[in-house]
């Protein structure tokens, strides 16, 4: 029996106020095996019942059917069904019905007004939270309403004194000149027939508040404002709308000054229901209504989430006398505090991810001793004389560590950090008998859930920025831990938004710091060292690669579809770069500002630990060899995605470009022997991209090996072909080096971080200096890229088509780890392996999602000591056998594999 459940449109459940078409997807639950996706059939109905589209039967090779049926209403609500056809033509049952509301589909919040409390302030001065609140009262209980409301800085809404929003920080992080994320929620819950309250609270946010590396103010302008407006249906079918104005009510209360990353102030003495019925506004001010003509969208497909909160680990009194409190866990969030003390006494909290080697937090770590003011400031809390529980609503920071500074008499009760990110599905688990390797995932993962916030950001600390590269190079790994397709969809449309009219991608998106906008001049980080101007080789080339890894998770080419004239655009601008390098060929890409390999380990490449004085290096001498080797491999992807969306013209233009890079890399790096510049990563991103002939694939990954052991086996790559090194190690025949470097403890190495207490990813390899003090972030995701390996090679889960509707099942038996356990999301549903190896017996079980199926290779079997689910193997037409393995086809369901694997295919 085929069942049809976990429905999403548009990869959400239920989602209210969508605004794009949407794409119906959903996975089969059955006791059956061996079930191939045929045919599907989508129905579309309005809340009456009627149908208002019908796909048809339609062969479909990934569970996932896109909307193309009449404009769809604003504002309206439906639901679909779906009814699936395996190949062999059983019919399953219609799916229960799922739900989808659209949004403003481009219309304004009319009549509602944009309001804020007061004339605008300062640009650069932290302003006051501010307070709004409107009461109305409703002659029945309404049977159904919802709130529509977004601001020009971060707000909640709240009615009847209850939040309304839900946990996080909104709008999310967009091209605010561009367009607007509105929020849509059903409210019905919280009103009742008689006297209602709706209240508001509205931030600087990263619209108005300190953001970007240089900590600017104001990037998109100084007046903030809110917007909402609630539709209210009566049993009587009367709609009452209740519509920001400048006849609310508005003012200052408990939340003081309150920036992204300088802080929040906190008065407990000014609470109290100002939001509920009857209440008051603590210091009122006048309300204005502002004109702002903002394009609205629907929000993204995944706001912020609230985990549970972490209970701090210990206290100890530093030298200056304050209270070091320790969470255990580097994190993204806010510190929850509880204090009692006299009234008016002012509690100041810092946040630090580290100590000084003397026990303080430390203030100073994160630009590596470059004099940049990056602006992170201390919560203060102001006691009320009564037992006080702080929680910061409008600034977050990243953190292991709290120094909390109170005058005597003042008890810290409690202290509890709460994670805060977005709201993403983590459905990838990696467990194994090695515990520093399963810790150096947990890293991963919690520096995936402390940067994918409302765009992906490099660190929670010092930029918190949208870096395309760091994004990029991690999309393939962060496709497999977590459900992140629709999430890096949504953030792809503000690359597109901010791309230049030459084509560049900002390195940072949204781009926060004037320095990145189109024809903006550059500004200084510190004195003598200006901002690049943005466009990187590796970074821009996000356009291309990010969606490009959607498609090969998801199967869908819709991401493709949407990029495609940004993704040319690109591609034409690295022609351009090529042709005024100034060189005798047209494809060389030697212009520019390009970050290179950035942040090698010193004594390889461009390592270096003075980071100032390699960015300078960089505005003199572009990385020619990284430029011209994306120049080649985005150009070769891009006329791939052509060829798949029939753009045959474009796919032969794109490829003479990807040819051209190709030969111009060859002829200036590739010498008889060797390559230049002589460093792991050349040869790592020649493996990967496909630059050097397949003759010489052999002596390339044999001279990256000799790299390796010249370096005592440690790795020497940075952000762009981290990610690439164990995979490329793998691919190339050399599993046993790829074992030496993930288990390699001394730096740099990941595992030389674990054991040095890291519980996320650092920027840099070592993470300190040579007296012990921190140096640069210690929250980046990119040097974890490698994680991917732990799935796709260590437990040998990897996709054989886009969507995963094949498989390739091919564990690495090994001495050194002889226990694995992961699982992936896929669009068929979760995917997972088991696997151990006891002297030559392997044992697997695997799980295939219904509708895929698998080829798995038993390393070092023969089919007479092979069987699958207790059934020989030998004389099987499942099986085929080859170069000392055999290839086993698995269809979906559950599978217990066992072989006795020959010494020779088992890594020592």
Avoid at 254 to 269: C, F, L
Wanted: with cysteine.
């Amino acid at each position: 029996m085929l069942v049809p459940t976990a429905l999403r449109t548009s990869g959400r459940i239920s989602p209210e106020g969508l605004d794009g078409t949407p794409e119906f997807s959903w996975q089969l639950a059955t006791d059956a095996k061996g079930v191939i996706l045929g045919t599907a059939q989508v129905v579309v109905r309005d809340l009456a019942g009627e149908p208002v589209w019908d796909s048809g039967a339609m062969p479909v090779t990934v569970p996932t059917i896109r909307y193309a049926g009449p404009q769809l209403p604003p504002r309206s609500t439906f639901t679909w069904q779906v009814v699936v056809w395996d190949a062999d033509g059983t019919e399953s049952d219609w799916s229960e019905p799922a739900q989808f509301s659209t949004g403003l589909l481009g219309a304004g919040l009319e009549p509602a007004r944009w309001i804020r409390v007061g004339d605008e302030p300062a640009v650069g001065e932290t302003a006051p939270v501010q307070y709004l609140r409107h009461e109305f009262t409703l002659p029945s209980a309404p049977v159904r309403a919802r709130s529509y409301s977004t601001a020009l800085g971060w707000y909640r809404l709240g009615v009847n004194g209850q939040d309304a929003l839900g946990p996080g920080i909104f709008p999310g992080f967009t091209a605010f000149e561009a367009r607007v994320e509105y929020q849509v929620r059903d409210i019905t819950s919280l009103l009742h027939e008689g006297d209602n309250a709706v209240s508001l609270l509205l931030a600087d946010g990263r619209y108005r508040g300190r953001i970007g590396a240089l900590g600017q103010p104001a990037i998109y302008g100084n007046r903030t404002a809110v917007i909402a407006r609630l539709e209210i249906e009566l049993a009587d079918g009367s709609i009452v709308e209740i519509a920001t104005d400048d006849s609310w009510e508005g003012g200052t209360g408990e939340i003081g000054a309150s920036d992204p990353r300088e802080g929040e102030t906190i008065d407990a003495r000014l609470r109290g229901a100002w939001d509920r019925i009857g209440g008051s506004i603590p210091h009122p001010e006048r309300v204005v209504a502002v004109e702002e003509r903002r394009s609205l969208v629907g929000e993204g497909p995944a706001p912020f989430a609230a985990a549970a909160p972490i209970a701090e680990v210990s206290r100890t009194r530093a030298p200056s006398g304050a209270l070091i409190v320790d969470f255990g866990q580097n994190l993204h969030g806010v510190a929850r505090i509880t204090a009692r003390g006299p009234a008016g006494t002012e509690v100041v909290v810092h946040h630090s991810e580290v100590l000084t080697p003397e026990g303080e937090v430390d203030l100073d770590y994160l630009f590596a001793g470059m004099p940049v003011d990056i602006h992170l400031g201390p919560n203060r809390l102001i006691l009320s004389g009564e037992q006080d529980e702080f929680e910061p609503t409008f600034s977050t920071q990243g953190f292991r560590y709290i120094a909390i500074t109170a005058p005597e008499g003042v008890e810290i009760l409690q202290a509890a950090a709460v994670p805060i990110h977005a709201a993403i599905d983590y459905d990838g688990r990696f467990t194994s008998s090695n515990p520093l390797v399963d810790r150096f995932h947990e890293n991963v993962t919690w520096s995936m859930r402390g940067n994918f916030l409302d765009v992906p950001t490099d660190c929670p600390t010092r930029e918190r920025s949208g870096w395309t590269g760091d994004a990029q190079v991690f999309a393939r790994t962060a496709l497999l831990m977590a459900d992140t397709a629709p999430y890096l969809a949504n953030w792809m449309v503000d690359a597109r938004l901010q791309q230049h009219t030459d084509g560049t991608i900002p390195d940072i998106v949204p781009v926060d710091a004037n320095n990145w906008r189109e024809g903006a001049e550059r500004e200084e980080m510190a004195p003598g060292m200006p901002l690049p101007p943005p466009g990187s080789a590796g970074w821009g080339d996000a356009i291309v690669l990010i969606p490009w890894s959607i498609y090969l998770a998801t199967g869908s080419t819709t991401a493709l579809e949407e990029n495609y004239t940004a993704m040319s655009r690109w591609i034409e601008r690295y022609a351009t770069l090529a042709a005024s390098s100034g060189a005798d060929d047209p494809y060389f890409v030697n212009a520019g500002y390009h970050w290179g390999e950035w942040l090698e380990p010193a004594g390889e490449g461009d390592g270096v630990l003075d980071i100032m004085s390699m960015t300078q290096d960089l505005h003199v001498h572009p990385r020619a060899w990284v430029a011209t080797a994306y120049f080649e491999h985005s150009s070769r992807l891009l006329a791939q995605i052509a060829e798949l969306l029939g753009h045959a013209e474009d796919a032969a233009h794109f490829t003479v470009y990807a040819e051209g890079a190709r030969d111009a890399w060859q002829r200036h790096y590739m010498p008889e022997n060797g390559l230049l510049p002589e460093a792991q990563a050349t040869y790592v991103r020649a493996l990967e991209f496909g630059l050097v002939p397949a003759e010489r694939r052999a002596a390339t990954t044999a001279r990256l090996v000799e790299r390796i052991r010249e370096r005592g086996t440690h790795l020497g790559t940075g952000f762009l072909s981290t990610g690439f090194l164990l995979g490329q190690l793998s691919e190339n025949g050399a599993d046993d080096v790829a074992l030496d470097l993930l288990l390699q403890t001394s730096a740099p190495s990941w595992l030389g971080q674990v054991e040095a207490g890291a519980t996320t990813v650092w920027e840099s390899w070592t993470g300190h200096d040579e007296n012990g003090r921190a140096i640069m972030s210690h929250n980046h995701y990119s040097l974890g890229a490698s994680a991917r390996w732990l799935y796709e090679r260590l437990a040998g889960i990897r996709p054989a088509a886009p969507g995963w509707a094949r498989i390739t099942v091919d564990p690495l038996l090994n001495r050194r780890i002889d226990r694995v356990s992961a699982q992936t999301g896929t669009p068929f549903g979760p995917l997972g392996i088991e696997w151990s190896l006891e002297g030559v017996h392997a044992v697997a079980t695997v799980r295939i999602p219904a509708g895929a199926s698998a080829t798995m290779t038993l390393r070092g079997g023969r089919a007479e000591s092979a069987s699958i689910d207790g059934e020989t193997l030998a004389g099987s037409d499942r099986v085929t056998e080859a170069d000392g393995a055999l290839a086993v086809q698995l269809g979906s369901g559950t599978h217990r594999v066992e072989w006795t694997a020959a010494e020779s295919a088992i890594v020592a």
